[in-house]
Structure formats: structure tokens, C-alpha cells
């Protein structure tokens, strides 16, 4: 008998990754977001959905242009259905921006990918002495935990891997899938009925041996993920991971490129409850040939994506229960280098916010002219993560405890944006 997996996988192929990640430590955080099954599955719950924009975008090109300078580039701005102007490449997002709201001035020090996605994602720099969890891990314990009736993972990641949990533990990792559904990274093929159980049996000796002479929480906590992998396969919600099972024309209105599917698939997870999703549409470092990127691939992949995704969640009534958040690790230099690219650039760049309860149709913050200095409040990583906190639900002011006991703020020093509250 074949049970719903991601993509059409039957049982027995699912089983047969479990099986061979078995004995790797990446199946540990391979399947750590199994324990985030403790959830309760309502028709009000929230939900946040992370475009993340792998890179670096030149937001100066897309949500704040700056036509009067020389460093404006060739795109011209548009109005919008909201109270500001974007890019003229973006004219179906332009229609439901009444919706999303702009951030356009966050600033930070980190124009260095990996430190600023790791600070985008966590709300804190890097530190060698301890691992800060994404806000996806969070939101998978705050509010994954309290949905009795979920049983698929409570933070899956659409396309990209956002990192450990860190002191959040193995419980709240994210779960990787592609645009498709299907599990990132899995060699599932060679394995018959007889070796998986066999290898099943192995593993469940290794681990009681090791729970039996008390080696830590690990084992146990690997015993119980594992327990729950295996329930997870007869989980009638398997099937919100089957995006081709969708119409063909709400698949085309997405678009069929990774990025659309992906939206696509964060739709339908959120529908049956998962209470963040990430999104990532990488490729957006852009150090040459900006403009005829832009125009030819990014923002008509971002334009349908964004717009049906607005669109689908208000016609299903879930856009006010539905946090989105479109953002990458930082913005892109003001001035245009000599190759018509732009470079890292931290220091003023824009997020966009929207769904949830939040106000839409605003212009937050700004920057100068020539968008090299902001010229009204700076904000931090922190103080988007503590506006999504505050519009699903979770007090701001949550602490956790790291491995060696040190008390941890959830959004660091983050307040939520009060012009969107």
C-alpha cells in the first residue's frame, strides 16, 4: 500500500532515506523537525512565510529608486496600490502592495554573506561561543509545540538550509524539501523490505544500548525524532507537500520556475497549519550585469510569484492569519560599478512586511537622494523578527537558555515596528 509522501514518494521509498541517513550525523538534523509535531492544526492559527532572497538584493532598484540620481539606475518608478512607488518591473506586485508594507531603512555592519544571513536569520552577529537559532526554530517551538493535531514538521525550509537551531535543539531544525516537495539531499534508491527493517532493528539496539548507559539527551532525543519519522509517513497532511496536485492554472499563476512552486507549496503548508515556512530564490549577487538581470529573470520570477501569492492567500481568507516577509542579507551599493553591477551594501536597504494583521500600504523609514545614508529611524534584524513575533501571537520579551545556561533574548535587542502595528 503506498502512503502520501512529498511528491508521490510511497512508504517504502521514504523509509529507504531514513534508512540510509540512519548513521550519518546530518540525519539527526535531517530529521530533527520531526519533533515539532506537537501541533493543533485550527482555521484561525498564524503562519509566517520568509521570501528569503538569497545574495544580497539591489533593493534600490526595486523597492525605494532613487530616478533623480546618479545612482538610480534604469528603472523607473511606478505607483503602487499603496502609499509609495516601486519598480516599473514589478506591475502585478504594484496591485496588491495596499497589502505589504516597506521597511526602507534597515541598516546593519554585515555585508559579508554568511554573517548577514546568519544575522537576518537570527537577530544576532556571529559568535564562536554559541549557535543563535533561526526565527523559523523559534516559531516552530513557540508555536509548533502547541498544535496537537500537526503532524508534519512545524518549520520546513522551501529550497535552502537557514541554519541549526542551536540551543533550541534538534526538535525545532528546519525540514529541507525542494520547490517540489521531495526531501533535499536524499539518497533513497538500493534497499530492500528485509534491509530496511534490518538496519531498523540495528539502530534501534545502537540507541537503547547508548539511552541504557547514559550518554546524555541525544540518543533519546534521536529515538523519539526517529519514532516520529515513522509515524510521519501515514500523515494524511503529507499531502499539502504534493504541489503537482494543484490546478494547472493556479500552478501557471504562480509560475513554473522554483520560486513559484515554492509559494506555491508555502501556501499549502500553511493552510494545513506548519507555522513558518521559508521560501529561498537564491542568485541575486549581483556584481554585473544588474539591470539586464533584473529585467530578464528576477523580478518577472518575483512579480508572479509575490503577486499570486497575495492574491491566493486573500481569496482563501488566510492573508490576515499569514506574516510575509520578502528580505535577503543586505542591499546592494548605491553606486553602479564598472561591470553594471552593484556590490554588498548594509548600510540603508529595504525589507518588505505585510499579512498578519499588519499595516499595509506604508512606506517605513527612508533614505537620502542618492540612498547611501538613511535619513529617519534605522532599523535591525531584530525589529522585523519582534513585529512577526508580536503579529503571531508570541510575547516579545521571550528569553531561552543556551547550552552553558546563558540567558538568550529571542530577538535580541528587537522591538516590533510600531507604524505597522
Given at each position: 500500500m503506498s502512503i502520501p509522501t512529498p511528491n508521490g514518494m510511497n512508504r517504502r521509498h521514504f523509509m529507504r532515506h531514513l534508512a540510509t541517513s540512519a548513521a550519518t550525523v546530518p540525519a539527526l538534523q535531517f530529521l530533527s523537525h520531526l519533533e515539532a509535531n506537537e501541533a493543533k492544526v485550527r482555521s484561525n492559527q498564524k503562519s509566517c512565510i520568509l521570501m528569503w532572497m538569497g545574495g544580497g538584493p539591489p533593493t534600490i532598484d526595486i523597492w525605494d529608486l532613487k530616478p533623480n540620481s546618479t545612482n538610480g539606475g534604469e528603472f523607473k518608478p511606478i505607483s503602487t496600490?499603496?502609499?509609495?512607488?516601486?519598480t516599473e518591473a514589478l506591475p502585478e506586485t504594484a496591485k496588491i502592495m495596499d497589502n505589504l508594507s516597506i521597511v526602507r531603512s534597515m541598516s546593519t555592519r554585515e555585508a559579508d554573506h554568511n554573517r548577514g544571513r546568519y544575522y537576518l536569520h537570527t537577530s544576532y552577529v556571529p559568535n564562536p561561543t554559541v549557535i543563535h537559532p533561526p526565527f523559523g526554530?523559534?516559531?516552530?517551538?513557540e508555536l509548533g509545540e502547541n498544535r496537537k493535531d500537526l503532524t508534519i514538521p512545524a518549520f520546513v525550509a522551501v529550497g535552502g538550509s537557514p541554519g541549526s537551531p542551536g540551543y533550541l535543539g534538534m526538535s525545532n531544525s528546519p525540514f529541507a524539501v525542494d520547490s517540489n516537495g521531495r526531501i533535499r539531499n536524499a539518497n533513497m534508491e538500493g534497499?530492500?523490505?528485509q534491509q530496511m527493517a534490518s538496519r531498523l532493528s540495528m539502530l534501534k539496539a545502537v540507541e537503547t544500548q547508548f539511552i541504557d548507559s547514559n550518554r546524555g539527551q541525544m540518543p533519546k532525543d534521536h529515538q523519539a525524532i526517529y519514532r516520529k519519522a515513522l509515524s510521519l509517513l501515514y500523515s494524511d497532511q503529507m499531502t499539502a507537500f504534493e504541489v503537482s496536485q494543484e490546478p494547472p492554472e493556479v500552478q501557471e499563476a504562480y509560475g513554473q520556475n522554483n520560486f513559484g512552486r515554492g509559494l506555491l507549496l508555502a501556501r499549502r503548508l500553511a493552510e494545513c497549519g506548519v507555522p513558518f515556512i521559508e521560501v529561498d530564490m537564491g542568485g541575486w549577487d549581483l556584481h554585473q550585469n544588474v539591470f539586464t538581470t533584473l529585467r530578464d529573470r528576477h523580478l518577472p520570477t518575483v512579480d508572479k510569484a509575490m503577486s499570486a501569492l497575495v492574491n491566493d492567500l486573500k481569496d482563501r481568507g488566510m492573508l490576515d492569519n499569514t506574516v510575509l516577509v520578502w528580505m535577503g542579507e543586505f542591499g546592494r551599493t548605491p553606486r553602479i560599478n564598472q561591470n553594471t553591477g552593484r556590490d554588498h551594501w548594509a548600510r540603508s536597504w529595504s525589507v518588505v512586511i505585510g499579512g498578519g494583521g499588519l499595516k499595509g500600504?506604508?512606506?517605513?523609514?527612508a533614505?537620502?537622494?542618492?540612498?547611501?545614508?538613511?535619513?529617519?529611524k534605522a532599523y535591525q534584524p531584530g525589529d522585523i523578527w519582534a513585529t512577526v513575533a508580536h503579529a503571531l501571537g508570541i510575547p516579545v520579551n521571550t528569553q531561552y537558555r543556551s547550552a552553558n545556561g546563558r540567558p538568550m533574548k529571542m530577538v535580541n535587542a528587537g522591538e516590533p515596528i510600531a507604524d505597522l502595528i
Open positions: 496600490a499603496g502609499d509609495f512607488q516601486i526554530s523559534v516559531v516552530s517551538k534497499l530492500n523490505p500600504g506604508i512606506a517605513v523609514g533614505t537620502d537622494n542618492d540612498g547611501i545614508e538613511v535619513i529617519d
